[in-house]
Structure formats: C-alpha cells, structure tokens
C-alpha cells in the first residue's frame, strides 16, 4: 500500500479522504456533536464509496493491473 501511495498521487488522495472522512465521522458520534441525521448518513455513504474504490485499486494492483 506505501509503495502505491507513493506511486499513484490520486489513490493517495483518495486514500487520505478515507481516512479524514473516517476521524470526522467518528469524532462527531463520539462527542455528540449536533448534526442532522441526513449529514451523518451522507458523509457514511461518500466513505462507504472511497473504501471500495481504494479497495478495487489494491486489488487491481495486486494482481499486476
């Protein structure tokens, strides 16, 4: 994975939108912050879709694509 971040500078940023994505959605149910239900859900939903692009990438890379 290091070598594909370092390689590929869009699978890096997408890689680090995850996991910003990831530390926002997680802060804001730990601490109760006030939000909407709908902004919880959206943000979820736009990690859901990171997670499986990044995934794809690795496996295409993995297997030489």
Not at 10 to 39: A, C, G, I, Q, W
């Amino acid at each position: 994975m290091q070598t594909l971040r370092a390689s590929d500078s869009s699978f890096s940023k997408m890689f680090d939108e995850y996991h910003s994505l990831t530390n926002e959605v997680e802060r804001l149910e730990e601490e109760d912050v006030p939000v909407d239900d709908f902004t919880i859900e959206e943000m979820k939903k736009v990690r859901v879709k990171l997670k499986d692009k990044v995934y794809q990438i690795l496996v295409a890379h993995k297997n030489g694509n």
